[in-house]
């Protein structure tokens, strides 16, 4: 395995304490977390509310490795701008979310940034064919996005199958969203999937004053999925 495809576990401050985001990015960062997964809801695209690029903007820095922006929002182009401001590294956009998904894609690529491309469970992978070459990542959501701590979806692992096919060679990283714990990570991990973001599962238990699970949360996702992959452990 090249050493860019390696498991990287993305925590999801959905599932975090919203009175105290900086100190818990600090501490899933701590506690081996490679990428911090920021969802962003605007009541809309998807029936829940969260943040903004205000509150990006802020835990910039308290976030020293990768700061992964999730948009559900629509129209979300004349948020491109904002957002890629705010410090964010990678900015994920719904290919259902607009019309215009090719000019999104461009936008977050001239504003400096990595693009991202998220496909809801009814999307077939197919659909990214004619933008995958303007993208970094493709999310495959194995729930229905909107809420933390849903149950994965498992019709989901063909299409994430399908997709790294569709990838072949491209420097394009597969992520999965939604319901992943260590008993489904083997599944995604086999099937193709290198990022995995994880919100219930990694802030179950702990808190910035009791690190440790978190740390225990991680490991335990991260090593099943490598276990799955065949990979040595990290
Ligand atoms: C759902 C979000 C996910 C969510 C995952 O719309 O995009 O990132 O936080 O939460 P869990 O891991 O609890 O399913
Ligand atoms: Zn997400």
């Known amino acids: 395995m090249s050493p860019d495809r390696r498991i990287r576990i993305a925590p999801s401050i959905l599932a975090a304490d919203f009175a105290a985001l900086g100190a818990e990015c600090r501490a899933v960062e701590d506690q081996g ?7 962003v809801m605007d009541g809309h695209f998807v029936p829940n509310l969260t943040f903004g690029p205000a509150v990006c903007r802020a835990l910039r820095r308290h976030i020293r490795t ?5 948009l559900m929002i629509a129209p979300v182009d004349p948020f491109i701008d904002a957002f890629a401001a705010a410090g964010a590294d990678l900015i ?11 000019r999104t894609l461009q ?7 990595k693009a991202g491309l998220a496909l809801n469970p009814a999307t077939p992978a197919e659909a990214a064919a004619e933008v995958i070459d303007l993208v970094d990542l493709v999310c495959v ?48 991990a086999a099937a193709g999937a290198d990022v995995l973001v994880a919100g219930s599962s990694v802030f ?31």
């Open 33 to 39: 977390a490679d990428w911090v997964h920021l969802d």
């Open 66 to 70: 990768v700061m992964d922006v999730h």
């Open 141 to 188: 959501m194995t729930v229905n996005p909107g809420f933390g701590g849903q149950a994965f979806i498992a019709s989901q692992l063909p299409k994430i199958a399908r997709l790294r096919a569709l990838i072949g060679d491209r420097p394009v990283l597969v992520q999965v969203d939604g319901g992943i714990t260590p008993a489904t990570a083997p599944a995604v």
């Open 204 to 234: 179950a238990s702990g808190s910035p004053d009791n690190p440790l699970a978190y740390g225990r949360n991680i490991a335990a996702i991260r090593s099943a999925a490598e276990a799955a992959r065949g990979a040595a452990p990290a």
């Open 107 to 113: 936008a977050i690529r001239a504003a400096g940034k």
């Open 92 to 102: 994920t956009v719904h290919l259902e979310a607009g019309p215009h998904l090719h």
